[in-house]
């Protein structure tokens, strides 16, 4: 990992602000945040990393491919979650994986009313 940080902590944080009904919470060491009481990501300042979750099969691909960038931080009913080194990733990439966390936890009546920020850049 480079000295430089790809995508910084204010960053992070207006990626998620700019999801639909985003709960945080403040946690000690590190921030949470939910979508109607389900947990999606974390962030650790001290660290700048962040944690999100993924389906399995998007965890060990990501660990498998840049272990020097993800990490598994655990698994939970059938998701894995993955720790990302903000320093070695680049903005569009992590909105993709943070778009996909909250996805992966939220009602389907936001589902219908978010568009996909991946699929609308390929319009």
Same mark, same amino acid.
């Given at each position: 990992?480079?000295?430089? #940080? ?37 962030? $650790?300042?001290? %660290? ?16 498998? +491919?840049?272990?020097? #960038?993800?990490?598994?931080?655990? %698994?939970?009913? !059938?998701?894995?979650?993955? #720790?990302?080194?903000?320093? !070695?990733? +680049?903005?569009? +990439?992590?909105? +993709?994986? #943070?778009?996909?966390? $909250? ?21």
């Amino acid at each position: 990992m480079g000295a430089a #940080v790809a995508v910084s902590s204010d960053g992070f944080i207006r990626m998620v602000n700019a999801l639909v009904d985003v709960e945080r919470a403040e946690g000690g060491d590190y921030s949470s945040f939910s979508v109607r009481g389900k947990r999606f990501g974390y962030y $650790w300042p001290r %660290t700048q990393t962040v944690g999100l979750k993924q389906l399995l099969s998007e965890q060990h691909a990501l660990v498998a +491919e840049r272990p020097d #960038v993800f990490e598994e931080q655990f %698994t939970s009913g !059938g998701f894995g979650w993955v #720790v990302v080194y903000l320093a !070695g990733i +680049e903005a569009d +990439e992590l909105a +993709e994986l #943070v778009f996909e966390a $909250w996805r992966l936890s939220a009602p389907e009546d936001l589902l219908s009313r978010v568009p996909d920020p991946a699929r609308e850049g390929r319009r």
